[in-house]
C-alpha cells in the first residue's frame, strides 16, 4: 500500500481487514489469502497508528517511510500494490511497481498526463502485469442503472449533461491541505464524472474548455484554485456531438446539509436522466451533532459501517466493492487456471475497460488539457481551448 490518509482510511482499511477475516473465495481461483504485507508513506506516522488499531484485525505489516518507501516496499515481492497518494505522486510510485512486475490498483486520476499513461501501459504489457485505476462511481447503483438503460438502448443518443460536486472547505483546508498548493478540485473530483461520460456514452473527446475561481484557499493570482467550470465536447459515429458540463468546487460551507452535494443531468433524444446524491439519499437530524459532527445527508451506499441483523459489524459500499473487484481479478489472472493460460486471462481483464489504463487515455485527455488551460489562465492567458485528436493536445 503506498499512501496512509483518508482514502486509505475510509476504503482500503475495511477491505483489507475484512478480506483478513473472510479470505477471498471464487470457483474460478480456489480459497486465497490476501494480507496487507507492507505499506509506503512519506513519514510513517499513521502507518504507525494503524498498525497499534489494526493488531488481532490485521496480520502485523511492515512499514516504510522516506524517499526510498517504494524501492523498500517492492523488496516485500507484493502480489499487487495500490496507490492512494496526492495524484500528482501517482506515476513514480506507479512506474516503480510496474517495473517491479506487481499488479498495480492507483487512484483517479491514475496520472496528469498522456505521456505518462502511455509509459505505464507499455509497461504494464511488457512486464505481463495489470494497471488498472479506481473509478469507484461507476459501481454506484444509479450510475450502472444509468450504463444499462443506454447499453440497452431504452436511453437514445446523449445531446448534453451537466454534472456538479460540491465539497466543504475542511477538504482543501484539512484533509488535503498539505497537497491544496498550484491544484485544483477538477482534477480531484470531475474525473469521476469525465469517466463515468466516457465509458457510458463511448464517442470520441475532441474540445475542453475550463476556467475557474480562486482566492479562497490560495492568492487570487496563485494557481491555487477554488473552484472550476470544465466543458467537453464528444463526437459520435454518426457526426453528431454533445457537450457535457462539470462543475467543481471544495470551498462550500463545512455546515452546508449536503456535505458532499452531487447532481447529474443527462438529456437523450427520448428522455433526461436526473440524479440527485441528497433527493435519493436519507436525511439525518441529531441534536447536538448534525450537521457538523454528522452530516444531514449520508450515502449509504459508497461507504458505512453497519450493525447486521445477525450481530455482525460490517463496513461495505462500493468504494470498497471497486477494491475487492481488482483482488479477484489478480486471483484470477494468477490462480484461475494453467499457467500456460495465464495470458489469455490477463487479456480478458485487461478488455474490461471501466478499470484499465488502455481504456483510460482519454479521461487523461481530458485531465491533461484542463490543468493546461488552468495553469495559462493563471500565468494572464485566460480562455484557453483544448483541442484532441486522439493523440495530442493543442492549446489554442
Same mark, same amino acid.
Given at each position: 500500500?503506498?499512501?496512509?490518509?483518508?482514502?486509505?482510511?475510509?476504503? &482500503?482499511?475495511?477491505?483489507?481487514?475484512?478480506?483478513?477475516?473472510? /479470505?477471498?473465495?471464487?470457483?474460478?481461483?480456489?480459497?486465497?489469502?490476501?494480507?496487507?504485507?507492507?505499506?509506503?508513506?512519506?513519514?510513517?506516522?499513521?502507518?504507525? =497508528?494503524? *498498525?497499534?488499531?489494526?493488531?488481532?484485525?490485521?496480520?502485523?505489516?511492515?512499514? &516504510?517511510?522516506?524517499?526510498?518507501?517504494?524501492?523498500?516496499?517492492?523488496? @516485500? =515481492?507484493?502480489?499487487?500494490?495500490?496507490?492512494?497518494?496526492?495524484?500528482?505522486?501517482?506515476?513514480?510510485?506507479?512506474?516503480?511497481?510496474?517495473?517491479?512486475?506487481? !499488479?498495480?490498483?492507483?487512484?483517479?486520476?491514475?496520472? $496528469?498526463?498522456?505521456?505518462?499513461?502511455?509509459?505505464?501501459?507499455?509497461?504494464?504489457?511488457?512486464? +505481463?502485469? $495489470?494497471?488498472?485505476?479506481?473509478?469507484?462511481?461507476?459501481?454506484?447503483?444509479? !450510475?450502472?442503472?444509468?450504463?444499462? #438503460?443506454?447499453?440497452?438502448?431504452?436511453? *437514445? !443518443?446523449?445531446?448534453?449533461?451537466?454534472?456538479?460536486?460540491?465539497?466543504?472547505?475542511?477538504?482543501?483546508?484539512?484533509?488535503?491541505?498539505?497537497?491544496?498548493?498550484?491544484?485544483?478540485?477538477?482534477? &480531484?473530483?470531475?474525473?469521476?464524472?469525465? =469517466?463515468?461520460?466516457?465509458?457510458?456514452?463511448? +464517442?470520441?473527446?475532441?474540445?475542453?474548455?475550463?476556467?475557474?475561481?480562486?482566492?479562497?484557499?490560495?492568492?487570487?493570482?496563485?494557481?491555487?484554485?477554488?473552484?472550476?467550470?470544465?466543458?467537453?465536447?464528444?463526437?459520435?459515429?454518426?457526426?453528431?456531438?454533445?457537450?457535457?458540463?462539470?462543475?467543481?468546487?471544495?470551498?462550500?460551507?463545512?455546515?452546508?446539509?449536503?456535505?458532499?452535494?452531487?447532481?447529474? *443531468?443527462?438529456?437523450?433524444?427520448? /428522455?433526461?436522466?436526473?440524479? !440527485?446524491?441528497?433527493?435519493?439519499?436519507?436525511?439525518?437530524?441529531?441534536?447536538?451533532?448534525?450537521? #457538523?459532527?454528522? =452530516?444531514?445527508?449520508?450515502?449509504?451506499?459508497?461507504?458505512?459501517?453497519?450493525?447486521?441483523?445477525?450481530?455482525?459489524?460490517?463496513?461495505?459500499?462500493?468504494?470498497? @466493492?471497486?477494491?475487492?473487484?481488482?483482488?479477484? @481479478?489478480?486471483?484470477?489472472?494468477?490462480?484461475?487456471?494453467?499457467?500456460?493460460?495465464?495470458?489469455?486471462?490477463?487479456?480478458?481483464?485487461?478488455?474490461?475497460?471501466?478499470?484499465?489504463?488502455?481504456?483510460?487515455?482519454?479521461?487523461?485527455?481530458?485531465?491533461?488539457?484542463?490543468?493546461?488551460?488552468?495553469?495559462?489562465?493563471?500565468? /494572464?492567458?485566460?480562455?484557453?481551448?483544448?483541442?484532441?485528436?486522439?493523440?495530442?493536445?493543442?492549446?489554442?
Amino acid at each position: 500500500m503506498v499512501g496512509m490518509g483518508m482514502i486509505f482510511d475510509e476504503t &482500503y482499511r475495511p477491505f483489507f481487514e475484512t478480506v483478513a477475516r473472510r /479470505g477471498l473465495f471464487d470457483r474460478q481461483f480456489g480459497d486465497l489469502d490476501v494480507h496487507l504485507v507492507a505499506v509506503a508513506s512519506r513519514t510513517g506516522h499513521r502507518a504507525e =497508528k494503524y *498498525q497499534n488499531q489494526s493488531r488481532g484485525l490485521i496480520p502485523a505489516f511492515r512499514s &516504510y517511510s522516506g524517499d526510498d518507501a517504494v524501492a523498500q516496499m517492492l523488496q @516485500e =515481492k507484493p502480489t499487487f500494490a495500490c496507490v492512494a497518494t496526492p495524484d500528482n505522486r501517482h506515476f513514480e510510485a506507479s512506474k516503480a511497481i510496474l517495473e517491479a512486475g506487481v !499488479h498495480l490498483l492507483v487512484e483517479k486520476p491514475s496520472v $496528469l498526463s498522456l505521456q505518462e499513461v502511455d509509459e505505464l501501459i507499455a509497461l504494464a504489457r511488457k512486464n +505481463g502485469v $495489470l494497471a488498472r485505476v479506481v473509478y469507484h462511481k461507476l459501481l454506484d447503483p444509479d !450510475h450502472k442503472k444509468l450504463r444499462t #438503460l443506454v447499453a440497452d438502448n431504452i436511453l *437514445q !443518443h446523449v445531446n448534453n449533461g451537466y454534472c456538479s460536486l460540491l465539497e466543504p472547505r475542511q477538504i482543501s483546508g484539512s484533509q488535503f491541505s498539505e497537497w491544496i498548493t498550484g491544484r485544483n478540485p477538477g482534477t &480531484y473530483v470531475a474525473v469521476h464524472y469525465i =469517466k463515468l461520460i466516457d465509458f457510458t456514452f463511448g +464517442g470520441r473527446l475532441k474540445t475542453v474548455m475550463c476556467t475557474g475561481q480562486r482566492g479562497l484557499v490560495g492568492p487570487a493570482d496563485g494557481p491555487t484554485w477554488d473552484s472550476c467550470q470544465l466543458r467537453l465536447i464528444y463526437e459520435y459515429a454518426d457526426g453528431r456531438e454533445a457537450a457535457f458540463d462539470i462543475h467543481t468546487s471544495w470551498v462550500t460551507p463545512d455546515n452546508f446539509p449536503g456535505y458532499v452535494e452531487q447532481e447529474v *443531468q443527462f438529456r437523450f433524444d427520448n /428522455g433526461i436522466w436526473n440524479g !440527485h446524491s441528497r433527493k435519493r439519499g436519507v436525511e439525518l437530524t441529531v441534536e447536538n451533532m448534525t450537521p #457538523l459532527k454528522m =452530516k444531514n445527508t449520508i450515502n449509504n451506499h459508497y461507504n458505512g459501517a453497519f450493525l447486521e441483523p445477525w450481530g455482525e459489524r460490517s463496513q461495505r459500499g462500493y468504494g470498497i @466493492e471497486v477494491l475487492e473487484r481488482f483482488a479477484r @481479478e489478480v486471483a484470477f489472472v494468477e490462480h484461475g487456471g494453467d499457467a500456460a493460460e495465464r495470458t489469455t486471462r490477463l487479456n480478458h481483464i485487461r478488455s474490461l475497460g471501466y478499470a484499465d489504463l488502455s481504456a483510460d487515455r482519454q479521461v487523461v485527455a481530458a485531465v491533461e488539457a484542463m490543468e493546461r488551460i488552468l495553469a495559462a489562465q493563471a500565468a /494572464g492567458d485566460p480562455d484557453r481551448v483544448a483541442r484532441f485528436d486522439g493523440q495530442t493536445i493543442q492549446l489554442c
